[in-house]
Nanobody
């Protein structure tokens, strides 16, 4: 499975962005997918995860109610809709795929290259 994250950019606080994680590989539709982020000088942190059919999602507390993870298996793509963005959301965002999703990065076998999200105050 190869993953390609896109959709990052510069946005003002309160704005929105939608990240996409497009994949190649026939096992993607049966994989859980997670989004992680890493801010400068900080460790990579879990953001959200979705199971293989989109029936189960989980978010870190800091993004609940603002971010929504979804997937379209027909398009081999997972999305992260980010609303009400805050400066503290600034980071490189990575998508990852694995057999079982969780908040733990070691659960994922495949990683995308990351996309930069910058939120100005």
């Amino acid at each position: 499975v190869q993953l390609q994250a896109s959709g990052g950019g510069l946005v003002q606080a309160g704005g929105s962005l939608r990240l996409s994680c497009a994949a190649s590989g026939r096992t993607y539709s049966s994989s859980a997918v997670g989004w992680f982020r890493q801010a400068p000088g900080k460790e990579r942190e879990f953001v959200a995860t979705i199971n293989w059919n989109g029936g189960s999602t989980y978010y870190v507390d800091s993004v609940k109610g603002r971010f929504t993870i979804s997937r379209d298996n027909a398009k081999n793509t997972v999305y992260l809709q980010m609303n009400s963005l805050k400066p503290e959301d600034t980071a490189v965002y990575y998508c990852a795929a694995g057999f079982s999703g969780s908040y733990y990065s070691g659960s994922y076998d495949y990683w995308g290259q990351g996309t930069q999200v910058t939120v100005s105050s």
